[in-house]
């Protein structure tokens, strides 16, 4: 039976073994094989005490990072002839790269192997307009961490397929629709407009969330959110307007969390639309 103390702690074990992996690929198969055998062992453990919505996300993820490892493993007896090769072209692709991430500092790259599962953090930034994007990238996800007074827009972004984000204060995020997850946690007043395969939101207050959402959204621990439908062009129906609450189990609505009213939503969607060069905090001061 799924546990929400129990889901909640394993989210946290496997995006460390996830990123320990994603580190190890970026060094060698040997290393990574070990980290990966851990990765699906813990996974299987705690199976039992997950959602299916989160079993599904995890095993994604798993792929992912299987389909890396062979990769690599498939890339290893090509180096064993192409030794006396000139360096010049490995070296423009990793100039290349840089060049790609150098727009919007400090975006750091926990893994350098390409496709399917990079992951890129934007952290410690405070009263700026970041539009971060990776051209070069089939996929990747994107953390944001420790964030304050800042607009991240990332609708340039197609190949952005999961978000996590946690530590964001007075911050207004406005992301594509994307094939993954969005996984947020500690939010203190600030707006998201996102979609999301699966969306999740763990001890947030005085957030305003407009998604396009294909499953059932989940809170936890939060207090004062309020949804509303995803102000962009989005296809396919959305449910954003069926929150499940894990900590209110009772009859009736919960006390945490109420949608937005059709007038209300519309205000501040016109105010996205508009005011492209607004700072988060008038963007902030029209939300209900």
């Not at 890129?120 to 964030?147: F, H, K, M, N």
Request: some cysteine; hydrophobic content about 40%; aromatic content about 6%.
């Amino acid at each position: 039976m799924a546990s929400t103390s129990d889901a909640a702690a394993f989210y946290a074990t496997f995006q460390q073994l996830k990123g320990e992996t994603a580190d190890a690929l970026s060094r060698s198969a040997a290393d990574s094989a070990p980290k990966l055998a851990a990765l699906r062992s813990a996974l299987a453990d705690a199976r039992a005490t997950l959602p299916s919505y989160d079993q599904r996300s995890y095993d994604l993820q798993v792929r992912e990072l299987e389909a890396r490892l062979a990769s690599l493993r498939a890339e290893k007896p090509k180096s064993r002839f192409a030794f006396k090769r000139p360096a010049s072209k490995p070296t423009s692709g990793t100039a290349s790269r840089a060049q790609s991430a150098s727009p919007a500092p400090p975006l750091s790259k926990s893994s350098t192997p390409a496709p399917p599962a990079t992951t890129y953090t934007l952290s410690a930034q405070r009263g700026r307009i970041l539009v971060p994007d990776y051209p070069d990238e089939a996929s990747y996800t994107l953390t944001l961490a420790d964030l304050d007074d800042c607009i991240i827009d990332l609708r340039s972004s197609p190949a952005l397929t999961s978000l996590h984000a946690r530590g964001l204060r007075s911050c207004v995020v406005l992301a594509p629709v994307m094939a993954g997850s969005a996984m947020l946690s500690d939010l203190q007043r600030c707006i998201v407009a996102v979609g999301a395969q699966q969306f999740r939101l763990h001890d947030t207050t005085d957030c305003v969330l407009l998604l396009h959402v294909a499953s059932l959204p989940v809170v936890e621990r939060c207090k004062g959110v309020r949804f509303g439908p995803y102000p962009f062009q989005a296809g396919g129906e959305s449910r954003h307007e069926q929150v499940q609450d894990f900590d209110w189990v009772r009859p009736g609505p919960s006390p945490h969390w109420y949608l937005l009213s059709p007038d209300q939503a519309e205000i501040l969607r016109s105010s996205i639309h508009a005011s492209p060069t607004s700072t988060a905090e008038q963007l902030l001061a029209l939300a209900p």
